[in-house]
């Protein structure tokens, strides 16, 4: 907890153990990947049948689809120009929303909110409705200005600000994320987190990965580059795709990318069907991979779509 507040910048101090007593969460909450603070979340929020909250789609849809399973509403906004339409999800939010969720960059689109429209959009909500931001990806954010919603979730009462270790950092078998957002929320997510459930080995690495600023900046780089080069190879074929700020881009083949998936997949080469996972009829998504992964995707995507006209 504290390294990930001097590496932030976050004034905070640790919440004081006492024997015997529970323990108080503060500004940082640790938790076994990002996926159990999402799934907490549901947990600690939903109260009735009928509850309601608003998020995007396509979007990663973890806590929308645990607050349906409980029994609970969710009013999907579909993206403006591949990102989220937040004038469209705010028109939504009424005094009985609990929830609004928020996945920046977003997946499966890789598009990012900027920080005023987000600013904008979380003064505009009631006061009582809980803004979720998910940053799972935003290391990979090429704009070295962009600001993230730290800043936010720390000096708010309604904003947590979710991260894990999974991604830019490569530790996703070690599960470690964490949440920062005001004491009270850390404190009601904390009832589900089962002691954290964080190895001692998960905790190292994780305290260590926050200073090792080579790895994340080659990782970053790399990320860059190849988006780059997909870029103008997909250009090059003639295909539409999404300018990304994640570690992933969306392609779409102008057919059914089913059978192209399959084809690739022979080869040895695993990319995600966005139609089956996202509605998304055409289009695939591909993983950063390097350099030489990557020149091996182009050059099979070119051969199975020749082949198939």
Known sequence: EIAIAEAFGLDYTPPRRVSGQPTKAGLILLAAG??????????????????EMVAAVPSYGSIERSWEEYGGVVHRVPLKNYTHDLDGMLK???AGTKMVAICNPNNPTGTIVPYKDLEAFIDAVPKSVLVVV???Y????ADDNYQTSIGLASTRDNVISVRTFSKIFGLAGVRVG???????INQKLSKYHYNNGISLYGKVAAEAALTDYSHKHNSRQLAIDVK???????????LEYIRSE????????????R??????????????????RWDMKGWMRVSVGTKEESETFITALREILTTTL
């Open 34 to 51: 990002s996926g159990q603070v999402l799934h907490s979340l549901g947990l600690a929020y939903f109260e009735k049948a009928g509850d």
């Open 92 to 94: 939504k939010v009424h």
């Open 134 to 136: 998910d940053e799972a």
């Open 138 to 141: 935003v290391e990979f954010v």
């Open 178 to 184: 964490y949440a920062i957002a005001h004491p009270d």
């Open 228 to 238: 780059q080069y997909f870029e103008d190879e997909f250009e090059a074929m003639g």
């Open 246 to 257: 994640s570690s992933f881009m969306l392609v779409n083949l102008k057919r059914d990318a």
């Open 259 to 276: 059978p192209i998936g399959r084809a690739l997949s022979q080869r040895r080469i695993s990319v995600s069907d966005a139609e089956r």
